[in-house]
């Protein structure tokens, strides 16, 4: 019952495209990539827990398209499979069944089926049109927008990669009903996130609405994931390739999230938890440099508590954490650069914080 | 002694680069490199072969250069390393050498150090600038325009890559006098290959002076590669993406000539010596569909003999090489498509040729 669907528009001038919202709308997927992404043979790049829940209402709604021939390929699902092993196996499995030039990729999944499909579409034969569908909810109001594409090296994240931006993306707000609750309240951290970097009127409509968002409300989810995607749409169509500095803020909370996972191998905490709790560490190095008051750091933490996410850092090698920090992709010779908070609604870029000062905000005093 | 110097603009747009022609140009390479792509980090991205011979001078060339680093890396010579395998080496040996956004690659070597080292700046952290300075007459006239990178998979060449478009490109032909004799007339292939497609006048000249370019005649070299680059920058501009059907002209002779190096596994035959057996297989599919006279063909024949490069395809297995060819990128849903000439200076893209009847072009009636 697609009964109202939300469109928000990506305006990247000649690479522009459409993020369609709404519930039931996996039933119309073959219309609306026949209308984005024509072609006669595509490929359905999906993971072995979303494939076999999703794959056969996918393939079944293009049945209406004549001579559209469609292959399913299927990855061990889960961030450990984000790397260049099983991205090789993606690209010999597309030689093997006879993908060409002609034909189109549809990542059908969650942030990492997104960033594998999208990196296998954007350097198989030096590039593919792809569509994007995702299943998770961070996968809905994150990785639909932006072109950001990869796998992780054994030493960090997101370091081989592509931007490549899909040619149209269809979010079925149904697809999350079934999501675990974990895995749903992980995707709320990137939520809660746009509300802190770029709207305080959102962040307060969030906190007004905690209840039937855990509820998963349709309607609510409708307007959280257009609203979140408008919010990217607009950063990243300013710096389409993290340039000028502007798609920056998005990366609130995500020097020490990525440390996080790294020094924990992406087994201890979902992306989404992980964000949580870097947020609030770069909310109190704000703190701790003065820049924002401390009932900002406390508004995010009361917020994030009453979602279920994790508000605590464990005890970790302060270190190691460290160490991960220094390798990231947005240190600058050596020096760290954060975004952090001046209040709800607004962030700024600060570039050359010290390692030892940026080690404080692990933890509260 | 940089006595005279050519420069080709490649006029891609906000893509825009030079590239510089000349002998002894190595020594001036800092300042070329600090001038298109200033950085504080470089990444000399090379070869087993080349590396010993002209890394120091390269990085000698930086000496006056303040505050900038460099780091070498190498991986062993040859078309067998341009895979997966060697290239998640590079990636992870960037890492280790703390290469970040602000590094710059510089690709010192031949085609495969061009495509590896394009590949990997292309990817690194999603896309890092690079600089070019080839070694090879191939290199010179062939990867040093178009931004063509990547690797092979083990079923098929050039599979996986991107088009990333250098800074910049130096080129010293003084490189080129200690070119072993094979490799440097398999360059001469590709030169041929741009009379045959796009300049009448060219092939008569390189008909006039095969014995001063056999003799790699600097001033003759510049003026040889010089127009090589501005016939291919005039093609690429045109189609940088080869999405308009202009930029398939540049693959006259290559739907063979990848057949070729597959079957025999990339060892047999280089790549300029495969262009040569393929120009001839495409030039006798011309005659068979009735599209050249005869006498083009043995022109072609004529002066690629009269260079020392083969002209006469081994026995191999028909079948094997038609399966390759049905699994090359230019491949259109089984149909085969050729780039086939007229007349000397002209070629046409010919689409939907039988594999039987390709088959036939392989050896003379």
Redesign the interface.
Known sequence: MASQTSCVRVALSDRAYDIQIGAGLLATAGEFVGCCAAA??YVVITDGNVGPRFADALCESFASLEDARLDVLSFTAGEASKN?GS??RL??QM??I?A???TVVIALGGGVVGDMAGFAA??????LPFVQIPTTLLADVDSSVGG?V?VN????K??????WQPQGVLIDTDLLASLPDREYKAGLAEVVKYGVILDEAFFAYLEGCVAPLLARDPAVLRQVISRCCQLKAEVVVADE??ETGVRAVLNYGHTFCHALETVTEYRRFLHGEAVSLGMLCASRLAEDLGRVERRVTARQSDLLQAIGLPIEVPKLDGDALTAAML?D??????KLRFVLPTCIGHVDVVDGVSPDRAKKAWWPK
């Open positions: 006669k043979h260049i991205m090789q690209w010999e030689l093997e006879g060409d030039r002609s954007a350097t198989f034969t030096r590039g950001k990869g090296l054994p030493g960090g997101n370091m081989v990669g592509a931007f390739r993290e390798k992709k947005k240190t600058r010779h050596g």
